[in-house]
């Protein structure tokens, strides 16, 4: 369904994405994890041309485009197969919870009004926001305002929803609300790419961890073998110091 071969991002002298490979297929469930700084944003950005890459090809469905050459044609394709959950909300503030939710559709996808907003209300009840719908960001907790922009993600129907550390702007007891809607994605089998620092939720909920380092993935697979029996030092060390008050990991 996705594929991303020999992906690079660099800023200056300094190379973020250092020849990414990683492939995820339909309704799979990919956890990001790895040190602040180490690409895992910026690889997020790169699928969804938020930033643009210095190298690689990106496949997206039917959709194949050398990230160097991309057309605004093509990337506005890659766009519209990919959606986008901010770690900030990035909500329009001057516009309600309903809004926000129907703007995307209204704006890339020529929706009509009507049809739009009918969707954005679908939505609203699905997330548990339907009282919300003339609600302004400034008027939602934080928990409230994250909840609309995976809404937002939702309603654009994508093939694939990003999540950039989500849950990371929010207060601690609006987190778990953020994470219930995620896990009611993931059991629905909404094709995910989630980074985060919630090692609880990759635990439960993903079918395949991802762990990066200096701009390279350093090793991969399932939450158990991942978290039970890493096999590189570099994980090693790592989930020792986030999983400091759980079991030891193992060093073989």
């Keep these: 369904m996705i594929k991303v071969t020999n992906l690079v991002k660099r800023f200056g002298d300094t190379t973020v994405l250092d020849g990414i490979d990683l492939s995820i297929e339909q309704g799979e469930i990919i956890v990001v994890i790895?040190?602040?700084?180490?690409?895992k944003s910026t690889l997020l950005r790169c699928l969804n041309f938020l930033e643009r890459p210095d190298a690689g090809h990106l496949t997206l469905g039917d959709l194949d485009v050398d990230v160097t050459r991309a057309t605004?044609?093509?990337?506005?394709?890659?766009?519209?197969?990919?959606?986008?959950?901010?770690?900030n909300?990035?909500?329009?503030?001057?516009?309600t919870a309903l809004q926000n939710i129907a703007e995307g559709l209204i704006v890339v996808n020529r929706w009509p009004k009507a049809k739009a907003h009918a969707r954005a209300r679908e939505i609203l009840e699905r997330i548990g926001?339907?009282?919300?719908?003339?609600?302004?960001?400034a008027s939602l907790s934080g928990g409230q305002q994250?909840?609309?922009?995976?809404?937002?993600?939702?309603?654009?129907?994508?093939?694939?929803?990003?999540?950039?550390?989500?849950?990371?702007?929010?207060?601690?007891?609006?987190?778990?609300?953020?994470?219930?809607?995620?896990?009611?994605l993931a059991a629905e089998r909404q094709t995910m790419l989630v980074v985060t620092h919630e090692m609880g939720f990759a635990r439960d909920v993903a079918d395949r961890v991802i762990f990066m380092e200096g701009g390279r993935i350093v090793e991969q697979g399932p939450p158990s073998r991942l978290f039970g029996a890493p096999r590189d030092p570099r994980t090693r060390d790592f989930?020792?110091?986030?999983?400091?008050a759980a079991p030891a990991i193992p060093s073989s």
Excluded at 34 to 39: A, E, H, L, N, Y
């Design 239 to 244: 989930l020792r110091k986030v999983l400091a």
């Design 129 to 137: 926001l339907a009282d919300k719908a003339d609600a302004y960001p």
């Design 89 to 95: 909300y990035a909500l329009f503030a001057n516009k």
């Design 72 to 87: 605004r044609a093509e990337i506005l394709a890659a766009r519209r197969r990919t959606a986008f959950v901010f770690q």
């Design 34 to 39: 790895g040190p602040s700084g180490t690409g």
């Design 146 to 184: 994250q909840r609309v922009g995976i809404g937002r993600a939702m309603a654009a129907q994508a093939e694939v929803i990003l999540f950039d550390e989500p849950t990371s702007s929010l207060d601690p007891e609006w987190v778990e609300e953020v994470l219930a809607l995620m896990k009611q």
